[in-house]
């Protein structure tokens, strides 16, 4: 069974920094579309990143375009979201996700319905 296990999450005060890590067991970086989902108390799970296959074409949400930057390394089948320039509004659980290349739009991140493996989360606080 594929395992997704994300870390790295933290407080951290506005302007600073945090790297999340998503660890891909039975899974092969390279030939999935990962992306990282947040979601904040009451509100809907939202695609804020997405890195695809082969290309490696990567999509932002405009929340976080420029401040957030989504990676991989296949070799070791860890896919991470380096966030800079935090807010309190990134205040978040934080979502690794996966599925398998097909044929998802390049102009925006994965949705939550695109989905089909989840990681456990992980929580990023950001205080003013």
């Known amino acids: 069974q594929v395992q997704l296990v994300e870390s790295g999450g933290g407080s951290v005060q506005a302007g600073g920094s945090l790297r999340l890590s998503c660890a891909a067991s039975r899974y092969t970086a390279g030939n999935a579309v990962f992306g990282w989902f947040r979601q904040d108390t009451g509100k809907e799970r939202e695609g804020i990143a997405t890195i695809h296959p082969f290309s490696g074409v990567t999509v932002y949400a405009p929340s976080v375009e420029g401040r957030f930057t989504i990676s991989r390394d296949n070799a070791e089948n860890t896919v991470f979201l380096q966030m800079n320039s935090l807010k309190p509004s990134d205040t978040a659980m934080y979502y690794c996700?996966?599925?398998?290349?097909?044929?998802?739009?390049?102009?925006?991140?994965?949705?939550?319905?695109?989905?089909?493996?989840w990681g456990q989360g992980t929580q990023v606080t950001v205080s003013s």
């Open positions: 996700a996966a599925t398998p290349a097909g044929r998802f739009s390049l102009s925006r991140p994965l949705r939550a319905y695109e989905v089909i493996y």
